[in-house]
């Protein structure tokens, strides 16, 4: 009697697969924030913004899809403690585009289009952010997933959204009616700002202290370390996109709030910023190197948060020097995005980037 065939696992994508989203949007996004941008950079923009937004739809698709054919891979993503962090990429991956249309999507699709789509991906990426920030470390404390030494800058993922949301949900703020309106979407963002921060600072101090040993560390553990530096990039920005907001309803009084907060941040940010950068490159020139993986997309959406924050404390400082920061470090990031993109797209290709998966029986 001949013997059954083996069933082969399939090869899924996991929620990380948001992150090149996220990469590619902020390109756009921090692209349109730079005080020394020159003028053929805008339809780059938004040819990054379209192209962001295709491949959200193409993960979004596909998520359906392999989630509706196997019921199993939900539990199956949900009970790695290591995976069910990414679930943050995915509200992330929803602002960031969601931010894009705002930024620099009018000049292709219309500024209420623009403005439509914003508002919409903004909303939900809003919610979900919200619940993954609550629900992701609820879930692994349940089963004693939280370990000091095992402490992971992944662990900031999930806790990360609303802060993005308090960067880029300002942006709705011109486009509503002056007085209470505005001054509710700002409340909003403050207790976004908040709940990041507050839920962030849980996971902070035991991957702070990893971070001290990351000069002897593994090379794998190296790419999640740059999710901290978008903590603290994310943080500026959305500090002054809020006052920014209030500036313009309350008045000149707030225009202190940003440079105060973002100036000794954004230096924080820059000093781990070339810690990590200088251990990566040590890292890859080690003979066992640093291999490809997904988590690399870790080296471009923190990146690009901390131009975001560059850009901003340029405008609220009059500072040249912050200008040129952040033009300098567009400029690497967009060397790294595409180190990265092709990459993926090689990797895509080989299917080395797609790990098969058994899915949980439902």
């Avoid at 931010?99 to 991906?121: C, D, I, K, R, S």
């Avoid at 405008?315 to 990265?340: N, R």
């Amino acid at each position: 009697m001949p013997e059954a065939p083996q069933r082969v696992a399939p090869r899924l994508l996991g929620p990380n697969w948001f992150t090149p989203v996220m990469g590619t949007g902020i390109l756009a996004t921090a692209a349109s924030t730079l005080p020394l941008r020159p003028s053929w950079l805008s339809p780059v923009a938004t040819g990054l913004w379209v192209l962001a937004a295709a491949v959200l739809l193409a993960v979004v698709t596909v998520t359906v899809r392999q989630h509706l054919k196997w019921p199993g891979v939900l539990p199956h993503f949900l009970a790695d403690d290591v995976l069910v962090h990414s679930y943050g990429a995915v509200p992330m991956a929803l602002l960031t585009v969601g931010g894009g249309a705002v930024a620099v999507g009018a000049p292709l699709v219309g500024t209420a289009v623009a403005v439509t789509v914003g508002a919409v991906l903004m909303s939900v990426g809003t919610v979900v952010g919200v619940v993954t920030a609550i629900g992701v470390p609820r879930l692994v404390r349940s089963r004693d997933g939280y370990e000091v030494e095992d402490a992971d800058a992944t662990w900031l993922l999930p806790v990360v959204p609303p802060l993005v949301s308090a960067a880029v949900v300002p942006m709705l703020s011109p486009y509503l009616p002056a007085g209470w309106p505005r001054l509710l979407l700002l409340g909003v963002c403050v207790v976004l700002l908040l709940v990041g921060v507050v839920a962030a600072s849980a996971m902070l101090v035991p991957v702070a202290l990893r971070l001290r040993r990351l000069g002897r560390a593994p090379a794998e553990d190296l790419p999640p370390a740059w999710v901290l530096i978008g903590l603290l990039g994310q943080a500026v920005t959305a500090v002054h996109t809020i006052g920014d907001g209030a500036v313009t309803e309350l008045g000149d009084g707030w225009a202190w709030l940003g440079p105060a907060f973002g100036l000794p941040v954004i230096g924080v940010a820059l000093l781990v910023l070339l810690a990590l950068a200088f251990w990566t490159v040590r890292a890859r020139l080690r003979p066992e190197g640093l291999p490809f993986a997904m988590t690399w997309w870790s080296f471009v959406f923190p990146t690009g948060t901390v131009v975001t924050g560059l850009s901003a404390l340029s405008v609220s400082t009059g500072l040249l020097l912050t200008a040129e920061l952040a033009s300098g470090l567009y400029a690497a990031l967009v060397v790294v995005w595409l180190l990265v993109a092709v990459l993926t797209v090689r990797g895509l290709l080989d299917r080395s980037v797609l790990p098969r998966v058994e899915p949980t029986s439902s």
